[in-house]
């Protein structure tokens, strides 16, 4: 972060000593690779994508867009590690582009959520439907049974007023 050191400014009184706060050092250290490791993530994730969809990632438009953040942000995050932009201009877009990657994935979540709960239903239903065929055929079995046993009880009524009994 200091490698370079900071100058005072008129309008920023930023400066870098590199034995003063060591810990927020160690801290903005740390944060800097955990950003660069979960962007990768993504990176690594979309270029899945690319392999398994082909074309079709190209024809969806968040996919495109979530891919131009993400190499953006890691562009710029190198470029800012190596000094090579100011600061707080480019915090202005990485801010953006983190904050639309949480909508994504945000919106993510819920079309999965959406889409488990429409195989739920779907599957319930279907479900309802083989009990109410069955309970169709345990129904036409019933009335099979019963007409059998009418059948039965007449031909043992007749049998007894033929014998007399």
Not at 86 to 101: D, M, N, P, S, Y
Request: proline share 2%.
């Amino acid at each position: 972060m200091c490698a370079t050191g900071f100058a005072p400014s008129e309008t920023w009184m930023a400066g870098c000593d590199p034995h003063k706060y060591a810990a927020v050092h160690g801290v903005h250290e740390i944060c800097f690779w955990v950003t660069i490791c979960v962007l990768s993530t993504f990176l690594v994730e979309l270029l899945g994508l690319i392999c398994a969809l082909r074309g079709r990632f190209l024809r969806n438009p968040w996919y495109v867009l979530d891919l131009v953040i993400v190499v953006m942000t890691l562009s710029i995050e190198g470029a800012d590690r190596l000094d090579l932009t100011h600061a707080f201009e480019t915090a202005k877009v990485l801010i953006l582009g983190r904050c639309w990657r949480f909508v994504r994935i945000g919106h993510g979540l819920i079309a999965e959520t959406h889409e488990q709960g429409e195989r739920e239903i779907h599957h319930s239903k279907k479900h309802c439907q083989e009990l109410v065929e069955k309970l169709h055929r345990m129904h036409e079995k019933l009335a099979r049974a019963t007409a059998l046993v009418n059948g039965l009880d007449e031909f043992a009524e007749s049998s007894q007023k033929r014998s007399g009994h």
